[in-house]
């Protein structure tokens, strides 16, 4: 018989929601990736002002470094975190394919970061190629903002009661 649209596998069982809940790391995930996505937002405001006006590449340049140390950052403790609820580094069932587009948003921030380091690009391309990996991360947030409404519907639906993402939705 075919899966229907009401069957549905929860994004956690019971001893890793338990895990999530318990790992300190959660809460550093939960700091981590609102502060990256404004240093992305403040970023992204800098790099289309230089591309426009060709004004303000050292302030685009610091803020495209920054994002990418907020990056990798975000992407060693998640890394950390997934080990601790799901006992591997990456590519855990739950986010297999999140991990996957992570690794071509890593790719590409990296890619600026040898571009910047080595001149292999003019200021432009080296540009056009941060708004690229802006892209990734862009889709990636969304693969990221979809698991933790469905972690949040999990959570609610859970017979053992409150857990933390069932406490932020009330």
């Known amino acids: 018989m075919r ?17 999530r809940d318990a790992s300190r ?11 990256q996505f404004l240093v992305f937002l403040v970023s992204l405001v800098l790099v289309v002002r230089y591309l426009i006006t060709g004004l303000g590449l050292g302030a685009a340049t610091a803020s495209i470094v920054l994002k990418t140390l907020v990056l990798y950052t975000i992407m060693v403790t998640g890394s950390i975190w997934e080990k601790d ?10 986010f297999f ?15 600026y970061l040898a571009a910047w380091l080595f001149d292999l690009l003019d200021p ?20 990221f903002l979809i698991k933790f409404r469905a972690a ?14 069932a406490e932020a939705a009330k």
């Open 25 to 35: 790391w959660t809460f550093v995930q939960g700091v981590l990736a609102p502060l």
């Open 152 to 165: 949040r519907r999990d959570s609610a639906a859970a017979p053992e009661g409150s857990t933390l993402f």
């Open 124 to 143: 432009r391309g080296q540009m056009l190629l941060a708004l690229a990996a802006y892209s990734a991360y862009v889709l990636n947030a969304g693969q």
């Open 3 to 19: 899966p229907t649209a009401h069957d549905h596998q929860p994004l956690y069982t019971p001893d890793e929601r338990r895990r």
């Open 97 to 111: 394919w999140e991990d996957v587009v992570s690794m071509l948003v890593l790719a590409l921030h990296t890619a």
């Open 85 to 94: 609820v799901f006992g591997k580094y990456l590519f855990a069932r739950a």
